[in-house]
C-alpha cells in the first residue's frame, strides 16, 4: 500500500487511526497491538507471502535481544560473544539470500566461467531498513543499553508503518518509551492539524513534482543505454533525477513524520534541505540522517572510527561509505555511488586539516562558502548517475557526455537535443534550484526544527484553507500511482 494512493488516504489511515484513539480510551495495550495488526496488514497489503519473513525476523531477534538482557551478568564474555554473533549472522543472512543472492551467484559465474542458474527471489519490501532498525537492538543489547524490551512495544518499533517501508531507521531509545506514554492516547487536534498538513506537504512533493521530474529523467536515462548523450541532454538529465530523487524521499519523509504526528508519535527527522549544504560531510548531516547515525555509530566506529591514525580514519571513511552504497542495492553502480562519497569525504576531511594546520590564516567560511556548495552540489549530481543508471557502462558513458568527453556507444544519429534550452525541463530545474537552495523545509515550517523559517505553521483558517488546496490539488495528480523510489532499497 502507498501513501500516495486513494486507498491509503480515504480507507485505510482513516479507519487506523480511528479505532486506535478508540481502544487507546479503554487500554493502551489494545491500541498498540490494533496498531501492530495494522501495521503487518500494511506491509503485507503488497505480498502478503513476506509477512511471515517479517515476523520471523523480529521474533528471531526479539528472541537473542532479550536474551542478552536477561542473561547480563551470568553469561561470560565469549558467550554474549557467541549469541550476538548468531543474531548478527542471522540478519546478515536474511540480507544476503534475498537482496545479494543474484547479485553474488552472478559475479561468481562472470569470475570463474561458470553457470549457476540465479535464484529466483523477489525482493521484500523495506528489508534493509527493518533489518538495520533491529542490527542496532542488538549491539545495544549486547552493550547492556537496552532497557524496553516488551514484545508488543518490539513488535510496533519494527513494524511501524509509516516507517516500515522507506524509513527513518529507527532506534529503540527514541521510540519505543513513546509507546508507553498516555499523551500517545488521547487524540490531539493540534497534532492532527500539523500531521495533515506536513501530510500534505509530502504528497504535493512526490505526485506533483517528483513524478514530473521522473518524466524527463526516465528519457533521458533511456536514450542514455542506446546512443551517446549530447552534453546538455545529459546535465538534464542528472539534474531532473536529482530532483526527482530529492522531492521523492523528502516527500515520503514528510508523509511518515505527517501520518506518526496525527497518533502523536514523533518520528526523528530524516531530511534537511541536503542540497544547500556547503560541503559533502554537511551533505551526510542533511541527507538521510538515520543511515548516516547509523553507519557512524555502528560502522565506522565497530571499524575504529579516528582511533587509529589518519590513514586508518580515511580507510574506515571509505569502507563505510562503499557498504552504505551497498546497502542501497546489490550491483556495482551502487558499489561506485558509495565509493565516490567516500572519495569525497576523505578529501573533505583532509581539505579541513590541511585549514586546520596551515600555518597562515586562509579565510574561509565553511569552505568557501557558495563555491563550496557549487561544487558539492555538482559533485553530488554525477554521483548520482551511477545510482539511477541500470549498469555500470552506462553510467560511465554518460558521465562522459556530462565531462564532454568521447563516448563508447554512438553519438546520436540524428543530432537532436532532446532537452533544448525552450523545454520544460529547463524551467523546472532552476525553479527547483532555486526552492532547494533558498526556500525553508518542510520542519521549519511546520516548527520541527531549530531553524527559524520564514514561513511558520500556525492554527488558523488561513493554513487550513492552504493544506485542503495543496490536498485537492494533489489529489488531481493522482491518476497514475508511482511507488517511492526508497521502496527498492
Request: proline share 4%; glycine share 8%; charged share 10%.
Amino acid at each position: 500500500m502507498l501513501f500516495n494512493s486513494f486507498v491509503f488516504i480515504f480507507a485505510y489511515l482513516p479507519a487506523v487511526v480511528l479505532i486506535f484513539f478508540i481502544l487507546g480510551r479503554y487500554k493502551k495495550q489494545w491500541a498498540l497491538g490494533w496498531l501492530l495488526i495494522a501495521s503487518l496488514f500494511f506491509y503485507g497489503w503488497w505480498n502478503p507471502n513476506y509477512v511471515p519473513v517479517l515476523l520471523a525476523s523480529i521474533c528471531f531477534n526479539y528472541s537473542i535481544g532479550r536474551y542478552l538482557i536477561s542473561l547480563h551478568g551470568q553469561l561470560r564474555l565469549w558467550q554474549r560473544r557467541v549469541v550476538f554473533i548468531i543474531g548478527i549472522s542471522g540478519n546478515l543472512g536474511l540480507l544476503t539470500l534475498y537482496k545479494y543472492g543474484n547479485f553474488l551467484v552472478s559475479n561468481v559465474n562472470t569470475l570463474l566461467g561458470s553457470a549457476c542458474p540465479l535464484p529466483i527471489i523477489t525482493l521484500p519490501l523495506g528489508i534493509s531498513f527493518f533489518t538495520f532498525t533491529q542490527i542496532a537492538f542488538l549491539v545495544d543489547a549486547y552493550r547492556n543499553e537496552v532497557r524496553e524490551s516488551r514484545i508488543i512495544h518490539y513488535g510496533l518499533f519494527v513494524t511501524y508503518f509509516p516507517h516500515l517501508i522507506a524509513g527513518p531507521i529507527l532506534h529503540h531509545k527514541e521510540m519505543m518509551p513513546q509507546f508507553s506514554k498516555q499523551e500517545t492516547f488521547v487524540i490531539n487536534w493540534q497534532y492532527c492539524a500539523t500531521g495533515i498538513t506536513l501530510f500534505a506537504l509530502g504528497l504535493f512533493k512526490k505526485v506533483v513534482v517528483a513524478d514530473s521530474m521522473a518524466q524527463f529523467a526516465n528519457t533521458i536515462f533511456s536514450a542514455a543505454q542506446q546512443v551517446h548523450l549530447h552534453s546538455s541532454d545529459a546535465w538534464g538529465g542528472a539534474l531532473a533525477y536529482t530532483f526527482q530523487l530529492y522531492f521523492d524521499f523528502s516527500g515520503y519523509t514528510d508523509m511518515a513524520l505527517g501520518i506518526s504526528g496525527i497518533f502523536g508519535i514523533r518520528l526523528p527527522l530524516n531530511f534537511n534541505s541536503p542540497y544547500k549544504s556547503l560541503n559533502i560531510i554537511e551533505f551526510w548531516h542533511r541527507w538521510h540522517m538515520t543511515l548516516s547515525r547509523f553507519l557512524r555509530d555502528y560502522l565506522y566506529i565497530a571499524l575504529g572510527g579516528n582511533r587509529n591514525g589518519k590513514f586508518r580514519r580515511y580507510i574506515n571513511l571509505l569502507l563505510t561509505m562503499v557498504l552504505g552504497g551497498l546497502w542501497h542495492g546489490a550491483g556495482w553502480t551502487y558499489v561506485i555511488w558509495g565509493f565516490l562519497h567516500g572519495i569525497y569525504l576523505m578529501i573533505n576531511h583532509g581539505w579541513r586539516n590541511l585549514l586546520k594546520n596551515h600555518t597562515m590564516q586562509i579565510p574561509c567560511a565553511r569552505e568557501f562558502g557558495v563555491l563550496g556548495g557549487g561544487l558539492t552540489f555538482a559533485v553530488v549530481v554525477l554521483a548520482w548517475v551511477f545510482f539511477r543508471a541500470n549498469n555500470v557502462h552506462t553510467a560511465l558513458d554518460f558521465v562522459s557526455s556530462m565531462l564532454l568527453l568521447p563516448g563508447t556507444v554512438p553519438d546520436n544519429p540524428s543530432g537532436e537535443i532532446l532537452f533544448s534550452l525552450h523545454s520544460p525541463v529547463w524551467r523546472w530545474i532552476i525553479c527547483l534550484l532555486i526552492v532547494s537552495w533558498w526556500a525553508p523545509n518542510s520542519q521549519e515550517i511546520m516548527n520541527l526544527s531549530e531553524h527559524e523559517g520564514i514561513l511558520r505553521w500556525q492554527p488558523n483558517r488561513t493554513w487550513m484553507l492552504l493544506t485542503i488546496l495543496i490536498l485537492l490539488y494533489s489529489l488531481t495528480h493522482m491518476e497514475i500511482v508511482s511507488e517511492f523510489l526508497y521502496f527498492q532499497f
